[in-house]
Nanobody, 117 residues
């Protein structure tokens, strides 16, 4: 079992920066990859960024490249999503998820990010 708790979401203005955190606990030694996803109102969930838990390889969705950065601290068991140059279309609930098997198996409860224009 893996537990994930996101934090850091809030209301910001367009152009602002925000850093989300995801505290990871439980069977962390089984984790292969951690990812950030988001769901905007009325839209499907979409992938944002991913990082290999015991390596440094990262993956980004095209719409966040150059603006968002995923990172991790394996000592603190925390994954971060640094978001810069935020746009109103980045408004969504952001979720952290952990992949153990072939898909993401564990999910956090989400944290709301609202970007005003």
């Amino acid at each position: 079992q893996v537990q994930l708790v996101e934090s850091g979401g809030r209301l910001v203005q367009a152009g602002d920066s925000l850093r989300l955190s995801c505290a990871v606990s439980g069977d962390t030694f089984n984790i292969f990859r951690l990812g950030w996803f988001r769901r905007a109102p009325g839209k499907d969930r979409e992938s944002v960024a991913h990082i290999i838990w015991l390596a440094t390889r990262t993956y980004y969705a095209d719409f966040v490249k150059g603006r968002f950065t995923i990172s991790k601290d394996n000592v603190k068991n925390t994954v971060y999503l640094q978001m810069n140059s935020l746009k109103p279309e980045d408004t969504a609930i952001y979720y952290c998820a952990a992949q153990i098997s072939n898909d993401y198996d564990y999910w956090g409860q989400g944290t709301q990010v609202t970007v005003s224009s």
